[in-house]
């Protein structure tokens, strides 16, 4: 089993930042691909950045040169350095891992105030 424990999110003025974590416990393999995903109101999930086993990374286009994927495999924690926040990257923000069935965290929220 995967646990997935979010952290980070708060409020923050429009051109801050933010750095999200990902606490990982149970099965976690270091080739799993783990990523961020956000979901608006009334709308699906959608990917904000992915990262493999072998570090290749991908970015939705929205956020791409100002959000980086990360993480520690020590640490077993996977990260989301956001910057240059805009008003419309505000809502909840969620960990996953990658598997035949998926596994997500609870969520964390991001509020971006112009």
């Not at 801050?16 to 270091?30: D, E, K, P, Q, V």
């Not at 286009?61 to 994927?69: E, M």
Request: aromatic residues 10%.
């Amino acid at each position: 089993q995967v646990q997935l424990v979010e952290s980070g999110g708060g409020l923050v003025q429009s051109g801050g930042s933010l750095r999200l974590s990902c606490a990982a416990s149970g099965s976690i393999f270091s080739r799993d691909t783990m990523g961020w995903y956000r979901q608006f109101p009334g709308k699906r999930r959608e990917l904000v950045a992915s990262i493999t086993g072998s570090d290749t990374t991908t970015y939705a286009d929205s956020v791409r040169g100002r959000f980086t994927i990360s993480k520690d495999n020590a640490k077993n924690t996977l990260y989301l350095q956001m910057n240059s926040l805009k008003p419309e990257d505000s809502t909840v923000y969620y960990c996953q891992v990658r598997r035949w069935h998926d596994y997500w965290g609870p969520g964390t929220q991001v509020t971006v105030s112009s």
